[in-house]
């Protein structure tokens, strides 16, 4: 792998770990909201809002990982 080629993918892992800590937030958030509700709509758009959120991180995070092994790092998964 190219030196140039390696610095991008090292600054795509460190745009995607950014990203994960923004989906575990949003998602911390609208758990809180999901608290909160009362009544039947808004708890259903907070599951919602929940899932999605997790959706998107495990998708980072599938990424995040194969980045990682290309560039031979060791891989931790949580």
């Known amino acids: 792998m190219s030196k140039d080629k ?8 460190g745009i995607l770990e950014e ?4 989906e575990r937030a ?6 809180r909201g999901l608290e909160l509700a009362g009544d039947p709509e808004a708890r259903a758009l907070f599951e919602r809002l ?5 959706a998107h991180e495990k998708v980072l995070r ?4 194969e980045i990682k092994k290309r560039l031979g790092l060791k891989v931790m998964k949580d």
């Open 62 to 65: 599938e990424r995040y990982y």
């Open 50 to 54: 929940v899932a999605d959120e997790t």
């Open 19 to 22: 990203a994960m800590r923004e």
């Open 6 to 13: 390696r610095i991008i993918e090292e600054e795509l892992l």
């Open 26 to 31: 949003s998602a911390a958030r609208y758990r």
